[in-house]
């Protein structure tokens, strides 16, 4: 029969070192989107340079970041370089990870907006003497990034959750990190765990809201 | 002074331009004329360099267009083109759209870049709409704020590509009307227009193009009157 018998102090105890832990959960998500965007818009540039090296590369990096998992990413920046005798702290290992699975991701979303940006933006642009890589920035870069601020902001989401696999590199000062120390102290696996979930489901809803009151700062047309 | 001599152009097994030679003088207002596919919008941008030439010369004050030492970002900068779609920067307001390229490619001041903004928006009639985002304005309205934007860099020639087709019929005075303002001000224009009354009454010259031929060119009373190429008697005749 049912016979366990919960015990939520023991969790709500450890909030205090969790809430730690997610604070450094959050950093990391937020630091790997921000570098993940800058890459995803390098790797969008590499694509339209027309260059067959770069369009190479960015390629690559692509199909690598989106069609394996990322558990794989995160195992080779930790332990899969050191066999050439690189070695990258899990915190670092953990944000390499990411960063290179979110722009992956970003660059293909980058690549369905600027399908949805017609070509005479460019035109017009380059018209007006513009070199290729100011009516990027100035005209298509901005439009693109509105239109794909949803799956920005889905993949922010996805950057918070997939923080939980640096456990797997030595990381232990995240929120998941924490909570499976906790877990090899207490035994109250349940509760630990439950707390946890809970922990990183108001994370991802104030992202969400954060993301919400961004688009109403940034978009006014 | 333009100067189009014998331009050759074709996109793959297509050729558009077959052989023009076409000079247009300071000053001059020409208006081309011809069915769809005759050739007359490619002629357009291949002038500013958007468009490459398979053979021929395009000259513009006497600089090679598609020469491999001109610096096209420079040589647009006295070429200003409006298109058919009014290609509105969505995301930036009317007065942030007409100063992003004077602060951008003539690296002006904001301050010095607004003024002239502000003068030209004015000027097309637009004066009181600079905080509004292209959305917000009617088709004829972004098409006057593109005409505003070209103004801005401080144009020697101005070209506009059926400038007209992509509008309500009854939006299409304004903007005719702005062309017209240009035209009295002295501005060298090459209008490539379905607009006959305008071609008639505002331009100098009218040019006739005919799958990739300039049939015909004249004077434009002398034009409407009295066509000389049975092409253009047939174009006339069925838009009459």
Known sequence: ?221 | MIEIKEVYKSFGALEVLKGINLTVEKGEVLSVIGGSGSGKSTLLTCINGLERINSGKILVDETEVHAKATDLNILRRKIGIVFQQFNAFPHLTVLENVTLAPRKVLGMGKAEAEAIAEKQLSHVGLGDKLSVYPGRLSGGQQQRMSIARALAMSPSYMLFDEVTSALDPQLVGEVLDTLKLLADEGMTMICVTHEMTFARDVSNRVAFFHKGIMAEIAPSQAFFNTPQHPETQAFLSNIR
């Open chain 1, 1 to 221: 029969m049912f016979s366990y018998t919960f015990q939520w102090n023991q969790a709500l105890n450890r909030l205090p070192q969790m809430l730690d832990g997610a604070w450094v959960t959050m950093q990391i998500a937020v630091l790997s989107m921000v570098l993940g965007v800058l890459f995803a818009i390098m790797l969008t540039g590499f694509r339209l340079s027309g260059n067959k090296i770069l369009s190479g590369f960015a390629t690559t990096w692509i199909e690598v970041a989106r069609n394996t998992p990322a558990l794989f990413q995160i195992y080779m920046a930790h332990f899969g370089v050191a066999s050439f005798g690189l070695y990258f702290s899990p915190i670092a290992s953990l944000l390499i990870g990411i960063t290179f699975n979110n722009a992956g991701y970003l660059a293909e979303n980058f690549r369905g907006a600027l399908k949805a940006i017609p070509d005479t933006q460019t035109r017009a642009a380059r018209s007006l003497g513009m070199t290729p890589i100011k009516a990027f920035g100035y005209v298509i870069l901005p439009q693109m990034l509105r239109i794909s601020f949803l799956p920005i902001s889905n993949q922010m989401v996805w950057a918070v959750l997939m923080t939980s696999l640096g456990v797997t590199v030595g990381m232990n000062t995240d929120l998941y990190g924490v909570t499976q120390d906790l877990n090899a102290l207490t035994f109250r696996t349940f509760e630990l765990f439950a707390l946890a979930a809970v922990i990183f489901y108001v994370i991802v809803k104030l992202i969400n809201f954060g993301a919400r009151l961004l688009a109403a700062r940034l978009f006014r047309y």
